[in-house]
């Protein structure tokens, strides 16, 4: 085992990305990563002493992927492949990468589930949000990503191409521009009626615009287009009234809420796209 932990899950994702973009000088493909062939190479190019020897599915029920360590042999990446599309597989792959690169001298064995992958920035889950920065960071390069993504009007069919450009889900691609966008923005994942998840942007959320949501049973709000059973998905979007997901905002102002559905996961993902200037606190006493 190592005794010290050189990257951070920025730099580790920068160092490999320089490897890839000097791959794509001489002709290789750049996106999507080949997280399988970075993973099998990675040990030996960095020369520490135990090396990533086996990538294999391990199609086992409530799992979503792991990394395991076998003794003087080195580690193996397990990743479950039944019902994921190549993209969340990808994701996963990337993320146990991410344990190797980080924290493969902390613990022999990391088992990660689907909700540790979707839930970015839990700080109570320090390792797996690690895990996640550096597998988002490697797969959808920000200066690419960025690229990809800037356009006049975001919606899901934006989204959409970039979450196939580098060969991602588009729940990633879309928490990735959430996460990195200028403008006001919700991501709100749901089921059934339900909200699991919501993330806000910077600037959503300072302006008031969240959606708590741990601990919490928290329905779709009425009269939104997440909460229409009708209609299947609004990839470009609908305006609505903002006082419809917030009962403090302005009545006069107004939301561009998209949705679609994903049906092989049985989830719903809505983003609400606000503007700049909308503040949505409760009025103080």
């Known amino acids: ?67 395991f360590h076998l003794d003087d042999r080195g580690w193996v990446l397990l990743y479950n492949s039944q019902f994921m599309s190549p993209g969340r597989v990808r994701f996963t792959q990337a993320h146990e990468l991410g344990h190797y690169m980080l924290h493969r001298n902390l613990q022999e064995s990391f088992e990660c589930s689907q909700a540790d992958m979707l839930q970015w920035g839990d700080q109570q889950k320090l390792l797996e949000t690690q ?22 009007q975001i919606d899901f069919d934006v989204l959409s191409a970039a979450s196939i450009k580098f060969g991602v889900s588009l729940t990633a691609a879309c928490l990735r521009w959430i996460r990195s966008t200028e403008e006001s923005a919700i991501l709100v994942l749901s089921r ?3 909200i699991d998840w919501s993330v806000s942007s910077e600037k959503a959320f300072s302006n008031g615009a969240f959606i708590k949501t741990r ?43 998209m949705k679609i559905g994903c049906d092989n996961y049985g989830y719903m993902l809505s983003l609400l796209h606000l503007s700049p200037s909308d503040k949505v606190w409760a009025p103080t006493e």
């Not at 190479?41 to 090396?51: F, Q, T, Y």
Request: charge should be negative; include cysteine.
């Open 192 to 194: 059934d009626g339900y």
């Open 131 to 152: 895990a996640d920065e550096f597998a988002c960071t490697l797969l959808m390069p920000m200066k690419q990503f960025r690229a990809s993504t800037s356009v006049q």
């Open 215 to 257: 601990g919490l049973t928290v329905e779709l709000p009425e009269g939104s287009l997440a909460a229409d059973g009708s209609k299947a998905s609004s990839r470009g979007g609908e305006r609505i009234a903002l006082k419809t997901w917030f009962k403090y905002a302005h009545p006069d102002t107004i939301v561009r809420e």
């Open 1 to 67: 085992m190592a005794s010290a932990n050189p990257f951070t899950p920025s730099s580790a994702a920068f160092r490999l990305s320089h490897w890839l973009d000097a791959a794509e000088q001489v002709g290789l493909d750049r996106f999507p990563v080949n997280v399988e062939l970075l993973a099998k190479d990675v040990g030996k190019s960095l020369k520490w002493p135990d090396h990533i020897v086996e990538i294999k599915a391990a199609n086992i029920t409530g799992f979503e992927g792991g990394l």
